[in-house]
């Protein structure tokens, strides 16, 4: 570290701040949010394991389960955020971790609503509304976990990743796909 640091003050006429500076292997090392793999021989960014946390936890915030306001006004605060968010972390080569987090939050919205429906009746009716056959509807319209019954093939089927589409949900996929390819 001393030898980097003498280059970067002396011949660089750069400042290091030793508390926040470190020399590290590339596949150790986090930075600004990234971190870094190695697959045949090459080395790739990916997201550090604290920003995908701090992601969840952002969105666990946006969709509590108490949460008031309009379906509308919750899903464009967090179209909002993630836009911002996949703008920044378009970088790293992982697909399948969006994938992943899309798939996430999209449960958490259907958690959301779930609970929102708070009767039986009325989840039974919201579910045949929403395209569901009677005799499944009456399965989806029981259960006493909101998280459980997200991941319901019943829920599922009404509140699909078409209906989010529909409702305006952007997903971190596709804008990944978009920033990353569209150039």
Known sequence: MEGVKQYLEKKLKLKVNPKKSKVERATRAKFLGFSFFKRKGEVFIRLAKRTKERLREKIRHLTRRTRSGKLEDILSEI?????GWIAYF???ATPSVYQELDEWIRRRLRQLLWKRWKKGTTRYRE??????PNERAALGAIGKSPWRMSLSPVVHEALSNTFWCNSGLEGITERYNH????H
């Open 179 to 182: 920033l990353r390819y569209s």
């Open 90 to 92: 378009r970088l790293a």
């Open 79 to 83: 179209n909002r955020y993630l836009r």
């Open 127 to 132: 579910l045949t509304r929403l395209g569901v």
